[in-house]
């Protein structure tokens, strides 16, 4: 189709200049290099109405920046652990909603502490380094660490686990859900 176009132009060329010389004329012949050469798009149209009205398009840049709230956090859901009294403080809005029990890392295994924004979540998840060990409402917030479920619900309160949050699992579920629909953040101190 491309090749036939422009032998098309070539041809055109040669019949029409000799007659357009006469008049003094000229023709502005377009090759079309692609298909859709033809075709205009969402952002000609757009251009060409900005260029029609004088005006310049602005491009508003993309923030992430939330309006500042007095008390508000910019995570839904903040999940504070304190690693001395081995309990979870669960805050949405900067409202404490929750106090829960939970198991830290056991002695040679230790959970680290700081912030960290809450990443990938699985509901059903089976550790791969602890032979399977299932982990209900997994969300992991730095490596391998999670905050996750638990079967062993009598050590709850004192440190248990490799270093992983364990929670009950009626709370692991509730905060895996908080976490889905707003976001959430996970702070570890002593």
Same mark, same amino acid.
């Given at each position: 189709?491309? %090749?036939? +176009?422009?032998?098309?132009? @070539? #041809?055109?060329?040669?019949? $029409? ?10 023709? %502005? @012949?377009?090759?079309? +290099?692609? *298909? ?37 956090? /910019?995570?839904? #859901?903040? *999940? ?18 929750? +106090? ?12 680290? +502490? ?9 509901? /059903? ?13 997994? !969300? ?5 660490? *999670? ?17 992983? #949050? ?5 709370? *692991?579920?509730?905060? $895996?859900? !908080? ?6 953040? #996970?702070? @570890?101190?002593?």
């Amino acid at each position: 189709m491309k %090749k036939l +176009t422009a032998l098309l132009a @070539i #041809v055109m060329a040669f019949v $029409f200049t000799p007659a357009l010389a006469e008049t003094g004329k000229t023709i %502005k @012949i377009k090759s079309e +290099t692609s *298909a859709y050469a033809g075709k205009k798009d969402k952002a000609y149209w757009t251009r060409v109405w900005y260029q029609k009205h004088g005006k310049k398009k602005r491009y508003k840049k993309a923030s992430y920046k939330r309006k500042k709230r007095r008390g508000v956090s /910019r995570y839904g #859901v903040v *999940a504070k652990i304190n690693l001395s009294t081995q309990r979870m403080h669960v805050y949405r809005n900067g409202k404490r909603l929750y +106090t829960w029990k939970v198991s830290s890392g056991r002695g040679g295994y230790r959970t680290p +502490t700081g912030t960290y924004r809450v990443g990938r979540m699985h509901k /059903r998840y089976f550790s791969r380094k602890y032979n399977g060990a299932p982990m209900p409402y997994a !969300m992991f917030f730095k490596g391998g660490y *999670a905050i996750h479920g638990t079967n062993a619900i009598s050590r709850l309160g004192r440190t248990a686990s490799h270093g992983c #949050v364990r929670l009950h699992p009626s709370n *692991a579920a509730k905060l $895996f859900s !908080m976490v889905r629909k707003s976001g959430g953040r #996970v702070s @570890i101190s002593y």
